[in-house]
C-alpha cells in the first residue's frame, strides 16, 4: 500500500508482458540485462526514424489542403467582385440613361448583366430618335407660326398636323385656350381633344406621375411654354378613353411672332406606354439578378466548403468543384431563357441529364404532367438531379450496361398546397447495399437543396438499385 495526493491505494499488479518482462529481468544474470536494454534503444531508435518519416508527408498533405482551401476562396473572392462590378456599372448606366448621358457599355463578362445593359442601351437609342424627331417637328411647326391664328389654324394647318406622326396639341395665348389637336393625338387618347378653355383646367385631362401623384395644371408642358419655358417636358400617366392610363411623353415649345412676342404654345405626345413598361420591367430584373448572383454566389461557395472537407486531393476538389459549377452554370442559363420566372420541369430535367459524361437517352425513362417551378426551386433541384446521376455513373444503374433509371413525377396537394413529388429509380445495375459512410453528393441533397427547394429527400438503398423521392415546392 503507498499513500497518494487522494489517500491511499493499492497498486496494481503488472500484468501480461510486463509481469513477463520484469520476471525475466530478475532472473536474467546481468550479461542478458544490458542486452535487452540494447534491444529496446534499437526499438525507439526504429520508432523515431518512422517518425520523421511520417512527419514530412502529413505536413505536405496539410499545406495542399491549405492551399486548396485558399484557391477556393481567391476563386469566389474575385468572381463575387467581377459580379458587384458589373452590377455597379450598371447601375451607372440606368442613371446615365436616365440624366440623358452616354450609354455606351463595355462587356463584364457577366452574362446577365451583359443582357440587361444592351437591352437599356437599345431603348435609349430609340428614346433618342424618337426625341430629336420630336425636335424637328417642334422646330418645322414653330417655323411655320406665321400660319397661326388666335382664332385656330386654316386648313394648310390642318393637313400639316394630321400628317404628322405624333400627337399634337395647339394653344392660344395667353389664357391658354386649345384651339387645335391633330388625329393621332385622338387615337392614343382613344377620345376626340378635350378643347380645354383655360390654363387652369388642363388637370381635366387626368394625368398622373409615376409616383401617382396627379399633374397639376400648371405642370403641363403646354401650359409651362405659354409661361416661356423653352423646351419643357414631362412623362407621365394618361387616362384614356377607356379608363386605362398608358405612358406618354410629352415635350413643348412656346410660339412667338416676328417680335419674340409669346402668340401660343404647341407640344408633340409620344405614346411610350410599351417603352416605358420595358424600362420598368429592365429594372426590375437588375434587382432580381443582384438577388440571384448573390444566391448563386453563395451556392457556389457552399460547393466549394463541401467540396473541400471531403476531397482526398486537389485533382479531386478540382474535379467535383468543376463539375457541379458547370452544371449550375447550363441550369442558370435556362432559367435565364425563362426569365427567372417559371421553368418547366421537363426542360429542367433535361438540362441536369445533359452534365452526364455520357449520352444516357436511351437509358433513362421521363414521364410525368406538366409542371413549371419557380427559380431558386428550380435551381435546387436540377443539382440534386445532377448529383443523382453522378451517383449512378459511378456506383448505381448507370455504372455497367444493362442498368436503368426512371424518372417520374406527380403534382400532390398537401395541406391545400399543391407540391411536386419526382421519383428516381434505379434498376438493372450492381447490387446496392446501405453505405457505412456518405459522401459530398449525400449531404448537398438530404441537408442544403432539401432546405432550398422547401421539401424532403428520401433514398432508400435496396438491393435491386437506389431509389430516391424529392419533394418540392411549386
Known amino acids: 500500500m503507498t499513500n497518494g495526493r487522494d489517500g491511499p491505494y493499492s497498486r496494481p499488479p503488472p500484468s501480461g508482458a510486463a509481469a513477463m518482462t520484469a520476471a525475466k529481468a530478475r532472473a536474467a544474470p546481468a ?6 536494454a540494447m534491444t529496446n534503444a534499437a ?55 436616365e440624366a440623358r448621358g452616354s450609354s455606351k457599355w463595355s462587356d463584364t463578362g457577366v452574362r446577365e448583366v451583359d443582357a440587361i445593359a444592351h437591352s437599356i442601351q437599345d431603348i435609349d437609342e430609340r428614346l433618342r430618335a424618337k426625341r430629336k424627331r420630336l425636335s424637328e417637328l417642334n422646330d418645322l411647326l414653330a417655323k411655320s407660326s406665321t400660319i397661326i391664328s388666335r382664332a385656330g389654324a386654316n386648313l394648310q394647318l390642318r393637313a400639316l398636323l394630321d400628317a ?55 405642370e403641363f408642358p403646354l401650359a409651362r411654354a405659354l409661361a416661356g419655358e423653352d423646351h419643357p417636358q ?70 466549394a466548403n ?44 433535361m438540362v441536369a441529364l445533359s452534365c452526364a459524361n455520357h449520352d444516357y437517352s436511351d437509358r433513362i425513362s421521363l414521364s410525368g404532367e406538366d409542371v413549371e417551378l419557380r427559380s431558386a426551386v428550380a435551381a435546387a433541384l436540377g443539382l440534386a438531379l445532377n448529383e443523382l446521376l453522378a451517383n449512378a455513373e459511378q456506383h448505381g444503374a448507370l455504372s455497367g450496361d444493362e442498368g436503368q433509371v426512371a424518372i417520374s413525377w406527380r403534382v400532390a396537394q398537401e395541406e391545400d398546397r399543391p407540391r ?19 459522401g459530398v453528393g449525400h449531404f448537398l441533397i438530404t441537408n442544403v437543396l432539401a432546405r432550398q427547394m422547401g421539401g424532403d429527400v428520401t433514398l432508400s438503398y435496396r438491393g435491386e438499385g437506389l431509389q430516391a423521392e424529392l419533394s418540392a415546392e411549386i
Not at 550479461?31 to 535487452?36: A, E, I, N, P
Not at 472537407?309 to 425563362?338: E, K, M, N, P, Y
Request: net charge negative.
Open 164 to 218: 404628322i406622326p405624333v400627337g399634337i396639341v395647339i394653344a392660344e395665348a395667353p389664357g391658354g385656350r386649345i384651339v387645335e389637336g391633330n388625329n393621332v393625338m385622338e387615337t392614343i387618347l382613344r377620345r376626340p381633344v378635350r378643347y380645354s378653355e383655360s390654363t387652369e383646367s388642363y388637370y381635366l385631362w387626368n394625368a398622373i406621375h409615376q409616383d401617382g401623384r396627379p399633374v397639376a395644371s400648371e
Open 306 to 349: 463541401i467540396t473541400a472537407r471531403t476531397a482526398q486531393d486537389f485533382t479531386s476538389f478540382q474535379q467535383g468543384f468543376s463539375h457541379r459549377v458547370q452544371c449550375l452554370s447550363r441550369i442558370s442559363t435556362l432559367l435565364v431563357r425563362t426569365s427567372w420566372e417559371r421553368t418547366p420541369l421537363r426542360d429542367l430535367v
Open 31 to 36: 550479461g542478458f540485462g544490458l542486452l535487452l
Open 420 to 438: 411536386l413529388v419526382l421519383n428516381w429509380t434505379e434498376t438493372g445495375g450492381p447490387e446496392v447495399q446501405n453505405p457505412e459512410q456518405t
Open 234 to 303: 414631362l412623362e407621365c400617366k394618361i387616362e384614356r378613353g377607356d379608363g386605362v392610363y398608358v405612358w406618354i411623353n410629352i415635350v413643348g415649345a412656346p410660339i412667338r411672332d416676328d417680335q419674340r412676342a409669346i402668340i401660343g404654345a404647341i407640344v408633340a405626345v409620344t405614346d411610350i406606354d410599351d417603352i416605358k413598361n420595358t424600362e420598368i420591367h429592365n429594372q426590375m430584373m437588375n434587382r432580381e439578378l443582384h438577388h440571384r448572383v448573390n444566391n448563386s454566389l453563395a451556392m457556389i461557395q457552399g460547393i
Open 43 to 97: 526499438d525507439a531508435a526504429e520508432s523515431a526514424a518512422t517518425i520523421a518519416k511520417i512527419w514530412p508527408v502529413t505536413v505536405g498533405a496539410l499545406a495542399a489542403a491549405l492551399a486548396v482551401a485558399l484557391v477556393a476562396i481567391v476563386w469566389l473572392t474575385r468572381q463575387r467582385r467581377e459580379a458587384l462590378k458589373a452590377q455597379h456599372e450598371l447601375a451607372e448606366l440606368t442613371h446615365a440613361v
